[in-house]
Structure formats: structure tokens, C-alpha cells
């Protein structure tokens, strides 16, 4: 069975631009889990979608958006890039209400 | 308070040995907890869950719950230098809310 699967693994930005993140979960999996990973910080939890609705957000100010599609893939869009935004961001997937699992992960650094 | 606190280490222990890993949680509403192992540039991979309280056994692992002390741990038995790694506990509240709380993390060494 294939894991949950990131692209692009790395990606350089530098401050204002934007960035675009994909995701897609497990087969059977519903729902997608982004998580910010930054130095120090731990694994801080971003966006909740389930069945294509946002169903819970973290602590994180609306410049950090996403959508699910119809086929349960997901993006995260990070719009005005800020150089606190480097970090690993990464996907997780579940059947609703069960274990999440996790993908390698998209290495974001803005310049 | 953080929400769920783990010591950061580095905890070194000899191989073979019995590597314990702790974790304390602040919100009663935790339901359910999860150890998760990531090496070095790597992506968090599920070791183990539990949601009841007691001890939960998996091959060479061990989760034990106390929810009344609000605390979570990972026994690792015949500690191998592949375990080395930082172990990450989270807790979740379920019923809805599904996102998962980390704490930052023990680094585990084994030595050979």
C-alpha cells in the first residue's frame, strides 16, 4: 500500500512570494493533517480537511490556507512568504477519526 | 504550561538496556496518545497508540497510560542503535477535535 506522498520534497522561495504544497493521503483516507515542523518549535498543527471541508485550524494567521479535492488530495497555499516560514511542512493522513500517518515532508525555505 | 511536555534529552542509554521515555499532558480532555519515532531529517513514523489506561505492549514496546496523573511513557525493551532517534508524544481529544497535540520531543541515543 502507498503511503501519504509530498511534492515538492524542497522548495526555495524568498520573502512575499507564495507557496504551494501538495499532499495526498493513503487510499481510503478521508482526511489530511498539515503540520508545520519548525527548528525548535516542534510539530505545530495547521489545517484539519475532511470530505473536502476545513474542519479545524491551528493557531496560524490566514495566510496559510489549503483545500481538499474530491480525490482527498490536498494543498497548502502560504501566501506572503515571511522567513519564520521555513520549516518542514508536513501531511498526515487518517481515516476519519483514526491514526494519522505521516509523509516524508516538504522542506520550505525562503531566502 | 505547554500542553504536552516531554524531557528533551539527550537520553543515552547502553544497548540492550530498557530505554524509558516520558510524557506529561496538561488537558484532561485527552483521549487518546500516540509515540511517533523520527530520525534526523526524516518524517514522524507511528510507533504506537493508546487510549486506555494501563500498559499496551507491541513486540519491543511498551505504552503505559495513567490517566489520573495525566501522564504517558514508551518502554523500550533490548534497546538496539537503530532505535536511536527522537520519539514524539501527542495526545488528541477525539470526538471532533482530531488534531494532534506534540510535545517537542526526547532525542534517544543507544550505545553500542
Known amino acids: 500500500e502507498a503511503g501519504v506522498t509530498q511534492s515538492p520534497t524542497h522548495l526555495i522561495k524568498t520573502r512575499g512570494q507564495q507557496a504551494t504544497l501538495r499532499c495526498s493521503p493513503i487510499s481510503g483516507h478521508t482526511s489530511v493533517y498539515w503540520y508545520q515542523q519548525a527548528l525548535g518549535l516542534g510539530l505545530q498543527f495547521l489545517l484539519w480537511?475532511?470530505?473536502?471541508?476545513?474542519?479545524n485550524r491551528g493557531n496560524f494567521p490566514p495566510r496559510f490556507s489549503g483545500r481538499q479535492f474530491p480525490n482527498y488530495s490536498s494543498e497548502l497555499n502560504v501566501n506572503a512568504l515571511e522567513l519564520e516560514d521555513s520549516a518542514l511542512y508536513l501531511c498526515a493522513s487518517s481515516p476519519l477519526t483514526d491514526t494519522q500517518y505521516f509523509g516524508p515532508g516538504t522542506r520550505l525555505t525562503v531566502l | 504550561q505547554k500542553e504536552v511536555e516531554q524531557n528533551s534529552g539527550p537520553l543515552s542509554v547502553p544497548e540492550g538496556a530498557i530505554a524509558s521515555l516520558n510524557c506529561t499532558y496538561s488537558?484532561?480532555?485527552?483521549?487518546?496518545f500516540f509515540w511517533y519515532r523520527q530520525y534526523s531529517g526524516k518524517s514522524p513514523e507511528l510507533i504506537m497508540f493508546i487510549y486506555s489506561n494501563g500498559d499496551k505492549e507491541d513486540g519491543r514496546f511498551t505504552a503505559q497510560l495513567n490517566k489520573a496523573s495525566q501522564y504517558v511513557s514508551l518502554l523500550i525493551r533490548d534497546s538496539q542503535p537503530s532505535d536511536s532517534a527522537t520519539y514524539l508524544c501527542?495526545?488528541?481529544?477525539?470526538?471532533?477535535?482530531?488534531?494532534?497535540?506534540f510535545g517537542t520531543g526526547t532525542r534517544l541515543t543507544i550505545i553500542p
Open positions: 501527542a495526545a488528541r481529544k477525539d470526538f471532533g477535535n482530531e488534531k494532534l497535540t
Open positions: 488537558d484532561r480532555g485527552s483521549q487518546s
Open positions: 480537511y475532511d470530505e473536502g471541508e476545513e474542519r
